[in-house]
């Protein structure tokens, strides 16, 4: 007698229940246990983003690293009673990817078609970053999916000769990291993308004229992790790593070295200048 009395309760209980929508992809940050009905573009998946800290180390002071700033005197690692000024420092990233012990390579999943000057295309891993002492916010790269531990990383310095010299950068959505049209130190209209500009002043008298360095040549960099990192499911991974510009003109004689010595001198260390600093989830 009491079940056909509840029976109505029940069915009306029923009738009122909604289903709850929501992300039901376990590989997605947003993963929601509790939905019922796979929402179909909600999901939002993992993406890894690298910031770069620009840091002097001191010929002097050789625990301590500071934070490069533009127009501040530096004293040269090769003469210490010889001071310099670093006026401008902006690169490009490309080809990030994570690499296991075993030597597999992990990268983004997203790709994008590059529009060239000749009217052809190119279809590539969207995989770039800006970077520069005064850009301060980490760049996201893309999107990854992947589990398991990883040893290092592994990223070009620079990009591709073809995307420097035969994209049509003003046909690219304002946000992408390639769309440097009004970029002065990043574009020049005759000769295409600039992937490593480099402004110094050799010495602090006011008459020094700024020496003016681009680096054209894409520079490949593999740095290992301090101890193996495990990337689990459904988190973003940030990176920092950390370019040391006293690495770069460790071998500098200010003085007396002419602009082509100081630049083949500065190329021959780039692959030297940057460590990681941090791996984490967030």
């Known amino acids: 007698m009491r079940f056909w009395l509840l029976l109505p309760i029940v069915l009306l209980m029923s009738a009122c229940y909604e289903p709850k929508e929501g992300c039901l992809d376990i590989e997605a940050t947003n993963y929601d246990v509790s939905a019922d009905d796979p929402c179909p573009t909600c999901c939002k998946y993992p993406s890894i983003s690298i910031q770069v800290q620009h840091n002097v180390v001191l010929p002097t002071m050789p625990d301590t690293s500071f934070s490069m700033k533009y127009a501040t005197k530096y004293q040269s690692p090769f003469d210490t009673h010889h001071f310099f000024f670093i006026d401008r420092s902006r690169f490009f990233i490309s080809d990030l990817k994570l690499v296991r012990a075993s030597g597999e390579e992990v990268g983004v999943t997203d790709s994008v078609w590059l529009p060239l000057t000749n009217g052809d295309s190119i279809f590539v891993e969207n995989n770039f970053s800006k970077h520069d002492r005064d850009i301060f916010q980490a760049a996201t790269i893309g999107t990854v999916k992947t589990v398991g531990t990883f040893s290092g990383i592994k990223f070009t310095l620079g990009l591709p000769e073809q995307i420097v010299q035969e994209v049509w950068i003003d046909t690219l959505a304002a946000g992408h990291p390639l769309a440097v049209e009004n970029d002065t130190l990043s574009y020049d ?87 990681v600093v941090s791996i984490k989830l967030e």
Do not use: C, W
């Not at 600039?194 to 520079?219: A, C, E, G, M, V």
């Not at 990192?229 to 200010?254: A, H, P, Q, T």
């Open 189 to 275: 209209e005759t000769y295409g993308i600039i992937p490593n500009h480099l402004i110094i002043r050799p010495d602090t008298l006011d008459d020094t004229q700024p020496i003016d360095f681009r680096f054209n040549d894409p520079k490949q960099i593999s740095l290992d992790f301090s101890q193996p990192f495990s990337v689990e499911r459904g988190f973003n991974i940030k990176l920092v790593i950390r370019l040391n510009y006293m690495v770069l003109f460790e071998n500098i004689d200010f003085k007396n070295d002419t602009p082509e010595v100081m630049r083949a001198k500065i190329d021959s260390q780039l692959t030297n200048a940057f460590s």
